[in-house]
């Protein structure tokens, strides 16, 4: 969000303030419940004059994943566009274990958790150098595989 106007310092709030990284911040992440929701958020500044936006945000249905849907292609350079790696449409009642390993077969990234993404650092919190990457996503009913190129 990006404030234009108005005397700061700003206060933010964002409703409803489920699924989401932050209530009370600009730049929340909205991580979504399965079904699509509209979010508010009202910016308030030092002498209590406010602005209103909204965003509509559209989910996926929970449905077999199709791999068609995960992208191929990622940046984490910080400019707020494909910073992080993901793939859409894992069940909440599926097991889930996500791993990203490079091109030796070195593990990079593990997670069991499924709003968990990889944001193309190692797993000591380095950066992981440009190229390619092969990941393999397990559920309880299926095994995923493919891979993904990380450019900063």
């Known amino acids: 969000l990006t404030t234009i106007g108005g005397t700061s310092p700003f206060t933010y709030s964002w409703s409803p303030d489920t699924d989401l990284s932050c209530a009370n911040c600009s730049a929340a992440t909205l991580t979504g419940s399965g079904t699509d ?14 602005g209103i936006d909204s965003v509509l945000l559209i989910s996926t ?46 593990l990079m990234f593990e997670s069991s958790m499924r709003k968990q993404w990889w944001d193309g ?11 390619v990457y ?17 450019n900063r």
């Open 61 to 106: 249905p929970c449905v077999d994943m199709d791999p068609s849907l995960a992208p191929n292609y990622f940046s984490p350079n910080g400019d707020g566009s494909n910073d992080v790696f993901f793939i859409p449409g894992v069940c909440k009642s599926d097991s889930y274990i996500f791993r990203v390993y490079d091109r030796w077969g070195i």
């Open 134 to 150: 092969y990941y393999i996503l397990e559920t309880s009913t299926s095994t995923y595989k493919g891979y993904i190129q990380l």
């Open 121 to 131: 650092r190692t797993t000591s919190g380095m950066e992981a150098k440009d190229g």
């Open 37 to 50: 929701i509209k979010y508010y958020i009202v910016a308030t500044d030092a002498n209590g004059c406010k």
